[in-house]
Structures are given as structure tokens and as C-alpha cells.
């Protein structure tokens, strides 16, 4: 079965920048679209943005367009968050997603979460 | 305030049926098909229903979607303890060009 591992918790300071890993295995990483997914306290689940394994094509949503870089390194099947200017809103659980089994929106497996603490 | 429209909590005994709606408008489930998850306390949400009322393999029967207009609707029936959860819609928004989700309904199995 297909699995995404993402990195361990981080806890940043307001102003800094985080980067976040999802490394996936047993599936081959070129044949999909990787996602973002935030999800903070008391709030929906937020898409971020996805990025193509194949190619490094990005689209970022525009809420988080000027702040977020999404990267890939295919010889380590792994893509990568960064998320910069960060303030306490930006406090939550962070989720790698694939898509593309079922539709480009439809998210059929997820890793396990990273939580993010900001703080000043 | 999410785009998409959840009740906050539903609470059903064991056996019964719950129904669990998602509105929305027609930039979004309108013009789109809507995806539901599942999420136990603590972990990562897991797709449950894609094309508004497909079920991936695995998927119970008894877990159900179907979209009219801009609403969707998932069922549950002959619930179970274990199906203590939150449950999120989602689709695309054409007018936000992102994928949305609603903030989800926490299910109580009485």
C-alpha cells in the first residue's frame, strides 16, 4: 500500500520561514500530483496548492500564493513545503495529499500530518 | 466562514441512518463533483466517496453520497461505534480556482 511520510513537528517563530517534507513510497512518485493541505484549529481544511512529480509544475492557491514554495526532488521521491512570513494564524496540521487515482481534486491518500506551532 | 456548509455535529444510535449535508453554491458543487473523508480523532482524513457518490474500493456500502444542485448529501447506514468521526466535503471552486472543504461534521454514534 502506498504511503506518504512526512516530516516531524515544528515550532517556528513569527517572521521565519518553515519547510516541510512528504516522502512517498511504494507508488511511483512521477505519476502524480502531490498536494498541500492545511488544517488549523477551528477552521476548514485549507488547500494550499499542489505541485506535478513529473514535470515541477506548480499552482498555488491565492490565499497562500506570496508566501509558499512547493519543490520536488524526484531522486528521493520526495516533495517539500516552504512556508515564509509565518504568523500565530499559520498554527496548525500541515497534510501531503495525492490526487489522481479518482480526479485532480479528489485526495485518495494522505500522510500522516505535520504539526506547525507558531509563536512570537 | 468555510465555502462549503457543514453541520457542526450529528448524533445517531447504533443501526440508524444519519444523513450529512454540504452546501454550496454554484462556482463550487454546482458545477462540480464533490468528495467526502472521513477523519478519526488524530489521524489524516481518508477518502470515503469521489464523483459525488462513487466509493473507492473498500469502502462499505453502507457509506452513500449523491450531489443535487448545489448540495450533497453523505449517508451512513446501519452506523456503527466505530464510525465516531468527522466527516469533510469537498470539490473545486471554479470563481476561487482551489480546492474547498467544508469544516467538517463531527458524527456521535449514541
Known amino acids: 500500500q502506498m504511503q506518504l511520510v512526512q516530516s516531524g513537528a515544528e515550532v517556528k517563530k513569527t517572521g521565519s520561514s518553515v519547510k516541510l517534507s512528504c516522502k512517498a513510497s511504494r507508488f511511483t512518485f512521477t505519476q502524480r500530483r502531490l498536494h498541500w493541505v492545511r488544517q488549523a484549529p477551528g477552521h476548514a481544511l485549507e488547500w494550499m496548492g499542489w505541485?506535478?512529480?513529473?514535470?515541477?509544475?506548480?499552482n498555488y492557491s491565492q490565499t497562500f500564493q506570496d508566501r509558499v514554495s512547493i519543490t520536488r526532488d524526484r531522486s528521493m521521491s520526495t516533495a517539500y513545503l516552504e512556508l515564509s512570513s509565518l504568523r500565530s494564524e499559520d498554527t496548525g496540521m500541515y497534510y501531503c495529499?495525492?490526487?489522481?487515482?479518482?480526479?485532480?481534486?479528489?485526495?485518495?491518500?494522505w500522510g500522516q500530518g505535520t504539526p506547525v506551532t507558531v509563536s512570537s | 466562514q468555510s465555502v462549503l456548509t457543514q453541520p457542526p455535529s450529528l448524533s445517531a444510535a447504533p443501526g440508524q441512518k444519519v444523513s450529512i449535508s454540504c452546501s454550496g453554491s454554484?462556482?463550487?458543487?454546482?458545477?462540480?463533483?464533490v468528495s467526502w473523508y472521513q477523519q478519526f480523532s488524530g489521524t489524516a482524513p481518508t477518502l470515503l466517496i469521489y464523483?459525488?457518490?462513487r466509493r473507492p474500493s473498500g469502502i462499505p456500502d453502507r457509506f452513500s453520497g449523491s450531489k443535487s444542485g448545489t448540495s450533497a448529501t453523505l449517508d451512513i447506514t446501519g452506523l456503527q461505534t466505530g464510525d465516531e468521526a468527522d466527516y469533510f466535503c469537498?470539490?473545486?471552486?471554479?470563481?476561487?480556482?482551489?480546492?474547498?472543504f467544508g469544516r467538517g461534521t463531527k458524527l456521535t454514534v449514541l
Open positions: 505541485i506535478t512529480t513529473v514535470t515541477g509544475d506548480t
Open positions: 454554484n462556482s463550487n458543487i454546482g458545477k462540480n463533483s
Open positions: 495529499a495525492r490526487s489522481g487515482s479518482y480526479g485532480d481534486y479528489v485526495f485518495d491518500s
Open positions: 469537498g470539490t473545486w471552486d471554479d470563481g476561487l480556482s482551489a480546492a474547498v
Open positions: 464523483d459525488s457518490h
